[in-house]
Every structure is written in C-alpha cells, then in structure tokens.
Nanobody, 116 residues
Framework: QVQVVESGGGLVQAGGSLRLSCAAS????????MAWYRQAPGKQREFVARHNGFGGTNYDASVKDRFTISTDYAKNTLYLQMNSLKPEDPAVYYC??????????WGQGTQVTVSS
C-alpha cells in the first residue's frame, strides 16, 4: 500500500529553522520525482521545491537560497531544510511523490507556523 507521510512541522520564530521530512513507502517500481508544495489559508497550493531522480533540484524564487531540498532515495525519504523563515512562509507543507510509470501521491501535510 502506498503511503506518503510528512513530519517535522511546528512553531518557530522568524529567522529560525525547521527541517521537514517525507517518508514514502509502497512504491514498487520506483519513484520518479519528489517535491514539496505549500498551502496557506485562503490561497492555492503552490510549488516550493522539487528533487528528481537524477539529482536535479528546482526551487520557487521565494525560497531559493533559504530552503534546501534533499533526498535519501535508499530510504525513499525527502527532506526540506528551511532556514531564515519569514512571516510569509507559514502554511501546510505537502509532499508530492510521482511514481515511475505514472501516479501522483500526496501526503496529509504538516503545519509550519512562524511567529514574529
């Protein structure tokens, strides 16, 4: 059974750091891409960062140079190191796993709150 589980969210002061994790399991046949998205109240879900199977990464301009995406493909785990958190970063952060040969799978999300 496919599972995508995020963890690591919480409350942090502006300027602080958090590290999110996403554990993917049950993906027989492999994973093509893993990515982070976020959704703030009243807003659409938006792209944050992506890590593809060849080691390539992409970031939204709003987080570039502050956030770092990384993976441990042996463990099918995705990370997001978030530094210098800003008041505009709070949201529910979601992990997206794209299965090789098709299929997108979302986790349940983890809440990130930034206090000023």
């Amino acid at each position: 059974q496919v599972q995508v589980v995020e963890s690591g969210g919480g409350l942090v002061q502006a300027g602080g750091s958090l590290r999110l994790s996403c554990a993917a399991s049950g993906f027989t046949g492999g994973i093509d891409t893993m990515a982070w998205y976020r959704q703030a109240p009243g807003k659409q879900r938006e792209f944050v960062a992506r890590h593809n199977g060849f080691g390539g990464t992409n970031y939204d301009a709003s987080v570039k140079d502050r956030f770092t995406i990384s993976t441990d493909y042996a463990k099918n785990t995705l990370y997001l190191q978030m530094n210098s958190l800003k008041p505009e970063d709070p949201a529910v952060y979601y992990c997206l796993v794209v299965r090789r040969f098709g299929g997108n799978y979302w986790g349940q999300g983890t809440q990130v709150t930034v206090s000023s």
